[in-house]
Each structure stands twice: as C-alpha cells, then as structure tokens.
C-alpha cells in the first residue's frame, strides 16, 4: 500500500493506476464502518484509495475542528488490513487555494435537519469532495448511510455536475449493542457509552411500530421522543428519499432520523425504511 502525501503523488498514483478506482473519503479516526467501506470498494474495484483529511471547511465554529480525534498510524494499518491500494494525507494548503469559489451544496436539500442546524456544514463538504473527485477521478466513491443527508447531497451534486461517477451507499455498521460506529463513540465514557444506546433503540422502537402497522409520523416521532428521554434531543424526524417532511411513513421511500447529545457528544443516527 502506497502513502501519499501530496497532490503531485496522488496524480502520479492515479496516472499508473491499471483499472477501476474506488475512493473513499475520510476524516480518519477509522473503525469498523470505514473498513466496510474500503472493503467494499476492494471488492468492487481494481484500486482503491483512501483519503483521509479533517476538512476544515465543514466544521462551524465552536465545533470539534481541533480536539477531533487523529491517529494516522491506527489509520494505516485498518487501510492496509482492508486492502487499500493508497492512503493519501493531504495538506490544507494544497487542497486550499485563498478567495476561491464556493461549491455549493442544493439548497433544497441542505436547508433542513442537518444543514439548519449547522449552516454551511454542507458546503463545506460539497467543496472538499469535488476537489478530490477531480483530482482522484475515480470509477466509483463509497459513503456510509449513516449520513444519510450528506450522501443524499454528494449524490445530487455529482448528478448536477455531469460527473461520470458512481456514488455507492453501504449500510450502517454497528456494534454488538445496535451503537452505530462513530470516529465522535471516542469521546463517550462508559457511562455515556449507555446513554447513547438511546438513538438506536429509538430506532428500533419506530421500527417495531411500523412492523405492527403504525405509519402516523406524528405517532412515531412522539414515541421515539419518549425512547430518547433524558437525552438533550435536535431531531427525530421522518422525511422521504427527498428529505422532505411526511405525514405517514412510505415503505421503501422513508428515512428516520436522530440527532442528539450524550453528554457534549452530539450523535447521529438513522433508519431506511
């Protein structure tokens, strides 16, 4: 496995890459669900290549730019065990040019849930990935649902731009207690650890109303309300593929989401229905 560290690496890299490309991009602090991820890619490409960046530009301030957590060699190594071809480090000041224009993430799309509650968070990940997307140009690009907005949007953003390439959703991962995996699970204590149980068994408590018939949205979102209690609550919402706001869930067309803090550790989650 190759380590790349500059833009000029990465272009000789692609240059002598025979084959597909998979990418997939990261802020680092890998575990479980990344390794699904350059897995899949293994599978399905002839190359893959990581990146791995904590991309300034979509953390507002007072965020976790700073503290969030890096370990560049624990990177390496879950990389290499999952069969990458490449890792590339890049450095701010390449990535990053001064004055120049935005990529803008779909208003349509980036106005709601996450995007109202993190303004321009959105944008800033839209303007990282089509920087690496035209650099890497790869076959195909793999997200975890996980973000299910974010994924929604890179989507709709590489349909906007005609670019000639794949975006591959993969499934959540989770661990033995249904916690979906989280670079951010390192900052809970043990203690925390129990409280963020919370988000899935929210999920699982909508999930069960909706086996047993229930599709009022306004019923669902009050139950998993009740599920997230003591828990300091920024949504449980039921939209479409769309992200827009339903009345009754639609099998096969709904996502459910969380958000929430543990403690100072806001947390995600979702389920797919």
């Given at each position: 496995?190759?380590?790349?560290?500059?833009?000029?690496?990465?272009?000789?890299?692609?240059?002598?890459?025979?084959?597909?490309?998979?990418?997939?991009?990261?802020?680092?602090?890998?575990?479980?669900?990344?390794?699904?991820?350059?897995?899949?890619?293994?599978?399905?490409?002839?190359?893959?290549?990581?990146?791995?960046?904590?991309?300034?530009?979509?953390?507002?301030?007072?965020?976790?730019?700073?503290?969030?957590?890096?370990?560049?060699?624990?990177?390496?190594?879950?990389?290499?065990?999952?069969?990458?071809?490449?890792?590339?480090?890049?450095?701010?000041?390449?990535?990053?040019?001064?004055?120049?224009?935005?990529?803008?993430?779909?208003?349509?799309?980036?106005?709601?849930?996450?995007?109202?509650?993190?303004?321009?968070?959105?944008?800033?990940?839209?303007?990282?990935?089509?920087?690496?997307?035209?650099?890497?140009?790869?076959d195909r690009a793999y997200f975890g649902k996980k973000d299910a907005q974010q994924l929604t949007i890179v989507q709709n953003m590489v349909k906007n731009f005609f670019l000639n390439l794949e975006i591959v959703p993969c499934e959540i991962v989770r661990g033995g207690d249904g916690l979906a995996?989280?670079?951010?699970?390192?900052?809970?204590?043990?203690?925390?650890?129990?409280?963020?149980?919370?988000?899935?068994?929210?999920?699982?408590?909508?999930?069960?109303?909706?086996?047993?018939?229930?599709?009022?949205?306004?019923?669902?979102?009050?139950?998993?309300?009740?599920?997230?209690?003591?828990?300091?609550?920024?949504?449980?919402?039921?939209?479409?593929?769309?992200?827009?706001?339903?009345?009754?869930?639609?099998?096969?067309?709904?996502?459910?989401?969380?958000?929430?803090?543990?403690?100072?550790?806001?947390?995600?989650?979702?389920?797919?229905?």
């Open positions: 496995m190759q380590i790349l560290k500059s833009v000029s690496e990465v272009l000789e890299w692609r240059k002598n890459a025979k084959g597909s490309v998979g990418f997939v991009p990261t802020m680092g602090a890998l575990h479980g669900g990344h390794a699904s991820l350059i897995k899949k890619s293994v599978e399905q490409n002839d190359n893959t290549i990581v990146s791995i960046f904590v991309n300034p530009t979509q953390f507002l301030p007072g965020e976790d730019l700073s503290t969030y957590p890096r370990n560049e060699e624990a990177d390496i190594k879950i990389c290499s065990l999952s069969g990458a071809s490449a890792v590339f480090f890049p450095k701010e000041s390449e990535i990053y040019a001064k004055d120049e224009p935005l990529i803008l993430a779909p208003k349509h799309l980036s106005s709601v849930l996450e995007g109202t509650l993190r303004p321009g968070h959105f944008d800033g990940v839209c303007r990282v990935l089509n920087k690496f997307f035209n650099l890497i140009r790869p995996l989280s670079s951010r699970n390192t900052y809970l204590s043990d203690s925390e650890l129990c409280y963020a149980l919370k988000l899935s068994r929210a999920l699982m408590k909508a999930s069960n109303l909706i086996k047993a018939g229930e599709l009022n949205s306004k019923v669902i979102k009050t139950a998993m309300q009740e599920s997230l209690e003591p828990l300091k609550v920024d949504y449980a919402e039921i939209v479409n593929r769309d992200f827009e706001a339903i009345e009754k869930v639609i099998l096969g067309n709904s996502i459910i989401l969380v958000a929430a803090y543990v403690g100072k550790t806001r947390l995600i989650d979702n389920l797919w229905v």
